[in-house]
């Protein structure tokens, strides 16, 4: 029941952004890790792909009769894909990469935590 409650709002795309910007650090800090090991190959995810990459697989197909119907959501979860560039690793573009992931994922928490309220404003009856 929570589920479908929650399909109706921006809560299951904003836990796919946390999801990627989760992923993104992971690969940053990667690559930070082995800034001195010879013939590493800087890794990256394309955040803006991934992020259309899950929204796509968790669509289903479902007739709306209504160009102002809210559109279905299906429970498919989609792979990130993390890219091997042909470059070596440059730890200044790594921490600039990481403070943008920062950023990214601090307004998703931002926004999610802004839907709960919202929800719980709206349970209790108040706005």
Request: charged share 25%; aromatic share 6%; no cysteine.
């Amino acid at each position: 029941m929570l589920k479908s409650i929650f399909q109706k709002t921006p809560v299951p795309l904003i836990e796919k952004m946390m999801d990627v910007s989760g992923l993104r650090q992971r690969v940053i800090s990667g690559n930070v890790a082995n800034v001195m090991t010879p013939g590493y190959q800087r890794r990256d995810v394309d955040f803006a792909e991934s992020l259309k990459r899950m929204d796509k697989a968790s669509r289903f197909e479902a007739l709306q009769s209504d160009s102002r119907h809210m559109p279905f959501a299906g429970q498919k979860a989609a792979q990130s894909q993390v890219d091997t560039l042909n470059e070596p690793v440059d730890i200044e573009k790594e921490m600039a990469a990481s403070a943008e992931n920062q950023i990214l994922y601090q307004t998703a928490a931002s926004l999610i935590s802004r839907q709960f309220r919202s929800l719980h404003g709206a349970i209790r009856g108040r706005f």
